[in-house]
């Protein structure tokens, strides 16, 4: 019973964290070892692309930047496997300091929000894998990537979810992809911390040679 009831206060723990995860979760503790058991070998014998979301600017931990942390493991994933890439972009958060930011995207959650966001993908049907990937901002991905979700059926391919974060890693965004795209394999999500990913290009390249890229 005792150790029930401490699980489930983990589980709650790590449900708490704000925006993009200022409080360190015990899941998180040994994060490299948690992908290790995550990864799983996916079969590269097609077209692939990144889809993204990367909020510029304020952000915890690393300061006002001017690429977001999320770009930049895109990148590196770009440079790696090339795929193609489209950045899910919208100016609804241009500007916006941290804390304004978190309690604008604690609000969009709370109301199911669906914000616009810029330009198309293209042809999707070219790509059989997708990789996924944002900030986690109160347990999941910003409400924007959920517009994109509602918008493009990517049922049928591989999907690969990743974060970037400080704390929360993946949070509940492997849960909500199936949940969008429930006849996808999704498979061989990462997370990294928001702040190691200007020196992380390393741990992005073993990632992505594990599940077969």
């Known amino acids: 019973m005792k150790i029930a009831k401490f699980m489930m206060a983990v589980a709650a723990l790590m449900m708490s964290t704000a925006c993009s995860g200022n409080k360190k979760s015990e899941a998180n503790v040994n994060e ?7 990864a799983q070998a996916v079969k590269n014998d097609g077209k692939a692309l990144v889809v993204f979301f990367s909020h510029a600017g304020d952000n915890y931990s690393v300061g006002n930047i001017e690429v977001g942390n999320t770009k930049i493991v895109a990148d590196y994933i770009t440079e790696m ?3 193609d890439q489209f ?19 604690k609000e969009e959650q709370k109301n199911g929000e669906l914000p616009p966001f810029e330009g198309e993908p293209g042809d999707l049907s070219q790509y059989d894998t997708v990789f996924i990937g944002g900030p986690v901002w109160w347990g999941t991905y910003p409400q924007v990537m959920f517009t994109f979700f509602k918008k493009y059926d990517l049922n049928g391919k591989t999907i690969i979810p990743f974060t970037t974060h400080e704390g929360s890693g993946l949070g509940s965004c492997v849960k909500d ?4 795209y429930p006849n996808a394999t999704v498979t061989g999500e990462f997370s990294m911390y928001g702040h190691d990913v200007r020196s992380g290009r390393e741990r992005v390249e073993k990632w992505l040679k594990k599940i077969g890229f």
């Open 87 to 105: 950045e899910i972009v919208t100016h609804k958060y241009d500007g916006m300091a941290y804390k304004p930011l978190c309690d604008l995207a």
């Open 32 to 38: 490299s070892d948690s992908e290790e058991a995550q």
């Open 177 to 180: 992809v199936k949940k969008a």
């Open 81 to 83: 496997t090339g795929a």
